[in-house]
């Protein structure tokens, strides 16, 4: 009854209601004040989170977005090398962290294997690997995949995964399989496993 | 919300050539752009980074935009996906150096608000938002900062219109029980 009456005043808040719900909805308000007093706790709720007018706003920061801007799509057209070769650490580290994760074995010794490999990584590389690795997932603006380029091969990566221990996926931590790796998943079966890794609690 | 008249002119000056035209559109739309990804992520830097990379891709993708869609629920569609990635790859970058997301979002003191008593409730405000999940979070800012109607959200998330209004219910329900809560 509560969550009923909750869904009507949000409803009624956000303008939802039809007319003859209105109508029925503003008999009962006129005649309950405890009504009254949960439909105005509401509205309180949603001027909180209402637009609001800044008196005081750096415009600066505002003015220089465009010089900002065009100033970044300089770098951009000057490191395509450099994108490739983290977009490959990308695929790696988060293939990597499948294997933890799917094994359901996050402990402490898991997480060091992963913070060895990561700990010689300055900021910097971390910000672009995980950018990389996010930029992954579906784009509305985009059907390419930055890691599109670098896998051409496909294979069944279900089987590939499924026969090998978290031991051979450790190796692939310490390179020895990298290549054949990231040469032999297509794009979907990466993306099914990435998806699977976001799933998790633990991201 | 209404799109501007000359948008399209704009971008077919852009498309011809004309790079002041795409300066013009950025200009028209660069606050949008940045409060959504501020109330999304739930910090200045965040966005401005999101700000960026939305003008990368409207600068590298209006030249194939067809105008199937308004361009305003398409600048949206990429600030809000772009968004998302953002809260992503926060979330894959403290699991990969093993850092508190939260402690790194706090650290964060820049910021373009100047007056003390609205950057405290801009973060009070972001506080809460950021307890709620990032898809009903979405739905939720688009609908009351941005006041956009059902089915401009459904057409920006991609989700029914439907499904958009139980995002947001649940959404205000829960920013309710928050409140009350820091009440008591």
Do not use: C
């Amino acid at each position: 009854m509560k969550t009923e009456n909750d869904e009507l005043i949000i409803r009624y808040i956000d303008g939802q209601l039809s007319n003859i719900e209105k109508t029925g909805f503003e008999k009962k308000l006129q005649t309950s004040e405890e009504l009254r007093e949960k439909v105005e706790e509401f509205r309180r709720v949603a001027n909180e989170f209402s637009q609001t007018e800044f008196r005081s706003i750096d415009e600066d920061y505002f003015n220089n977005i465009v010089p900002a801007f065009r100033s970044s799509l300089e770098k951009e057209k000057l490191r395509p090398v450099r994108r490739i070769g983290y977009a490959i650490i990308g695929v790696l580290l988060f293939i990597s962290s499948y294997f933890i994760l799917r094994n359901y074995v996050i402990n402490n010794d898991d997480s060091q294997s992963l913070q060895a490999i990561t700990e010689n990584l300055s900021e910097e590389e971390l910000d672009e690997i995980a950018d990389y690795v996010s930029d992954y997932s579906w784009d509305a603006s985009s059907n390419e995949s930055i890691i599109n380029p670098v896998i051409e091969d496909d294979l069944d990566i279900e089987s590939f995964l499924s026969g090998i221990s978290p031991e051979e996926g450790y190796s692939i931590l310490s390179g020895y399989q990298i290549n054949d790796l990231y040469s032999e998943a297509s794009e979907e079966q990466l993306q099914n496993a990435y998806e699977e890794l976001l799933n998790k609690e633990i991201l | 919300m209404k799109e501007s008249n000359n948008d399209r002119e704009l971008v077919e000056k852009f498309v011809s050539g004309n790079e002041a035209a795409f300066n013009l559109l950025v200009k028209r739309y660069r606050e949008k752009i940045y409060w959504l990804a501020r109330r999304m992520t739930g910090n200045h830097l965040d966005a401005d980074e999101i700000v960026q990379q939305v003008l990368i891709v409207m600068y590298k993708k209006l030249k194939t935009f067809k105008f199937q869609s308004s361009l305003y629920t398409w600048i949206y569609r990429i600030t809000a996906t772009r968004s998302l990635n953002v809260i992503k790859k926060n979330k894959i970058r403290s699991f990969l150096s093993l850092e508190d997301e939260i402690n790194r979002i706090g650290t964060t003191g820049e910021d373009i608000i100047r007056d003390i008593e609205e950057k405290e409730k801009m973060d009070r405000v972001n506080k809460l938002l950021q307890k709620i999940p990032p898809k009903q979070r979405e739905v939720f800012v688009l609908r009351n900062f941005d006041e956009l109607s059902y089915e401009e959200i459904s057409e920006i998330t991609g989700k029914s219109i439907g499904a958009s209004k139980a995002n947001y219910f649940h959404a205000f329900k829960k920013l309710k029980e928050l409140i009350d809560e820091n009440r008591e």
